[in-house]
């Protein structure tokens, strides 16, 4: 992969990856479906136990009529209701361990924690979609006539409702809304904060799903993006549908979501990530408008950051 741009070219980088012309009409559309579904739920309680935090398994509805998984994990003693973080994972995995939800709720913090739709968790992936599918979730419904068909546009909206239903807990104060992810996880984080305004603080870590023509030229069969590359090589060798293929990958495009955020942002990268190229990151990062702050980590790259789980443990819980 070439080596990224410098510092300052990136605090002025504006993202290469085209907008399509009906982008607002199609997530307009995408909420009015999301506000047809109810915001019940199901609770299960999990065998792992703490003195600290309840632990369950819950369930809800998502669009399409999708089973959706999440991890609940709520303070066991609380005086008065607390704040909330909606967490995300990265790629492929799943929502992780319930430790790292106790440590929250045992500082008064309320978590749910959603499992993507057929990724590491139980949740259901019931999407019919016609083309290819091979090697990621990103080209998933690229090349299906309807739009509505992309993979992450379901993930998106599951974000939002998974804010909404932490939002309406009768422990969680609604004002004080997290969202918090690493990779696939930031992306989902800048995502939810951009459809769910009501989020309070938004915590993206080196995230995915942006600028995806950026990370194409970047050569991306050792990073994130690689089943770019395979679309291309066995869907589209001679780049004939290039044009249109970025403009379809646009409606999930988190630079072209960014804007909308009204949320405090702490945006956190390594400067040496081949995974997320730092200016993949930053295409979406400098259309933020609201207050905003750039944690650099200038040797570090795709990787576990110091000091960044520290950091967004006090952020959250200082809501």
């Known amino acids: 992969m070439d080596r990224d741009l410098p510092l300052h070219e990136l605090r002025e980088y504006g993202g290469k990856s085209p907008k399509p012309d009906d982008f607002d009409e199609y997530w307009a559309r995408a909420l009015q479906e999301l506000d047809r579904q109810s915001l019940d739920y199901e609770l299960v309680p999990a065998e ?160 995915f799903l942006s600028d995806y023509r950026r990370a194409w030229e970047m050569e991306v069969v050792s990073s994130a993006y690689e089943e770019l590359s395979y679309y291309f090589r066995w869907f589209d060798p001679q780049h004939k549908r290039a044009e249109e293929t970025f403009r379809r990958l646009g409606y999930i495009d988190i630079q072209h979501l960014a804007s909308r955020i009204r949320a405090r942002v702490i945006w956190v990268t390594g400067l040496t990530d081949t995974v997320c190229p730092p200016s993949t990151q930053f295409a979406a990062y400098n259309k933020i408008a609201a207050d905003k702050e750039m944690l650099l980590l200038y040797e570090h790259g795709h990787e576990w950051l110091p000091g960044v789980g520290d950091r967004a443990l006090s952020e959250i819980t200082s809501l």
């Open 48 to 207: 792992m136990y703490s003195p600290a935090a309840e632990c369950f398994h819950l369930y809800f509805t998502g669009v399409g009529g999708a089973r959706v998984h999440a991890k609940y994990v709520r303070p066991r003693h609380l005086a008065q209701p607390g704040p909330g973080v909606a967490m995300f994972h990265g790629y492929a995995c799943d929502s992780g361990d319930w430790s790292e939800k106790i440590l929250y709720a045992a500082s008064g913090v309320s978590v749910l924690a959603l499992d993507c739709r057929g990724q590491g968790g139980p949740s259901e992936d019931v999407l019919r979609t016609s083309g290819p599918t091979l090697r990621g979730h990103v080209i998933r419904g690229l090349e299906d006539a309807n739009p509505d068909n992309l993979y992450y546009r379901n993930v998106f909206l599951d974000t939002v409702q998974t804010a909404r239903i932490l939002m309406s807990l009768p422990n969680v104060d609604e004002t004080r809304i997290a969202a918090l992810g690493y990779s696939q996880g930031g992306a989902l984080t800048v995502a939810c904060a951009a459809l769910e305004p009501r989020i309070a603080l938004a915590i993206p870590v080196y995230p």
